[in-house]
């Protein structure tokens, strides 16, 4: 190594350093200066720039986030999980056939809930603090029935994506009381409650996109009468809202329900 030259400038912090093999280990040779090596693609890699992150839509079936990607920022939303009977693929299968049929092709959600909360954005220190303050003000309440039977479509509020979903009939008040005190806890860190009036429903499928049109009139009332007609759809929209969820990032607290 006695005599190379340096290759390239990197910080003190990523760079490998070579040395003279004359001189004890350890030890800096007299009179030379490390020098820098080029570091390995590799290794520059398993240290992103958190301000440089890119969207790559292509990954997640051409959905936009509604947030920038901020290093130590967390997307949050509160929700009841809907766990559906195993049948209730069936039924979701017949929807996305005749939407398909219809010229609107439809992906299906990974899972199923009922919104509390719009997705707001947390702090990593905020989350316990935020957490606590949902289990504090929700630990007395019951869990109640809901009936998820009215066929809508949906748009995000950046008109970006349309979604396919159940409206909740049975057990909007409930629903409501919850949001209330979810909103006080969101208050609390000054982020943004719920929305006025809400139509609280169960997501079943979505497409990038507004295409509410191609969804109106008859194609609706198409989607409900395979609702209204199926074997056992009475018992596949009625579930148990026994436990309010907070997902924040890939963390998500149960609070269960009395």
Same mark, same amino acid.
């Given at each position: 190594?006695?005599?190379?030259?340096?290759? *390239?400038?990197?910080?003190?912090?990523?760079?490998?350093?070579?040395?003279?093999?004359?001189?004890?280990? *350890?030890?800096?040779?007299?009179?030379?200066?490390?020098?820098?090596? $080029?570091? $390995?693609?590799?290794?520059?890699?398993?240290?992103?720039?958190? /301000? #440089? %992150?890119?969207?790559?839509?292509?990954?997640?079936? *051409?959905?936009?986030?509604?947030?920038?990607?901020?290093?130590?920022?967390?997307?949050?939303?509160?929700?009841?999980?809907?766990?559906?009977?195993?049948?209730?693929?069936?039924?979701?299968?017949? +929807?996305?056939?005749?939407?398909?049929?219809?010229?609107?092709?439809?992906?299906?959600? @990974?899972?199923?809930?009922?919104? #509390?909360?719009?997705?707001?954005?947390?702090?990593? !220190? &905020?989350?316990? $603090?935020?957490?606590?303050?949902?289990?504090?003000?929700?630990?007395?309440?019951?869990?109640?029935?809901?009936?998820?039977?009215?066929?809508?479509?949906?748009?995000?509020?950046?008109?970006?994506?349309?979604?396919?979903?159940?409206?909740?009939?049975?057990?909007? #008040?409930?629903?409501?009381?919850?949001?209330?005190?979810?909103?006080?806890?969101? #208050? @609390?860190?000054?982020? @943004?409650?719920?929305?006025?009036?809400?139509?609280? !429903?169960?997501?079943?499928? &979505?497409?990038?996109?507004?295409?509410?049109?191609?969804?109106? *009139?008859?194609?609706?009332?198409?989607?409900?009468?395979?609702?209204? /007609?199926? /074997? /056992?759809?009475?018992?596949?929209?009625?579930? %148990?809202?026994?436990?309010?969820?907070?997902?924040?990032?890939?963390?998500?607290?149960?609070? $269960? +329900?009395?």
């Amino acid at each position: 190594a006695g005599g190379g030259r340096c290759v *390239g400038r990197f910080p003190v912090s990523l760079a490998l350093v070579e040395y003279s093999s004359s001189g004890s280990e *350890g030890e800096e040779p007299p009179g030379r200066q490390p020098c820098p090596l $080029p570091v $390995p693609e590799s290794i520059l890699n398993m240290f992103p720039d958190g /301000d #440089q %992150y890119t969207d790559d839509t292509t990954r997640h079936g *051409g959905r936009v986030r509604s947030f920038a990607h901020e290093r130590g920022h967390w997307a949050t939303y509160v929700y009841v999980p809907v766990r559906p009977r195993e049948e209730f693929s069936e039924l979701l299968d017949d +929807l996305l056939s005749v939407a398909g049929r219809n010229g609107l092709h439809l992906t299906k959600m @990974e899972e199923f809930h009922i919104s #509390q909360s719009q997705t707001v954005i947390l702090r990593h !220190h &905020w989350i316990e $603090p935020f957490i606590q303050s949902l289990r504090e003000r929700l630990r007395l309440v019951n869990r109640f029935l809901c009936i998820a039977n009215r066929l809508k479509v949906y748009t995000n509020q950046e008109k970006t994506r349309t979604f396919l979903g159940l409206e909740v009939t049975v057990g909007q #008040q409930q629903l409501l009381d919850v949001v209330s005190e979810v909103d006080q806890s969101l #208050q @609390e860190f000054r982020l @943004e409650t719920f929305y006025q009036n809400p139509s609280f !429903h169960v997501s079943l499928a &979505w497409c990038v996109g507004d295409m509410v049109d191609l969804l109106q *009139g008859t194609v609706r009332d198409h989607l409900q009468r395979v609702v209204d /007609d199926f /074997d /056992d759809s009475e018992i596949l929209t009625r579930f %148990y809202a026994d436990e309010i969820r907070c997902k924040a990032g890939n963390k998500v607290f149960s609070i $269960p +329900l009395r």
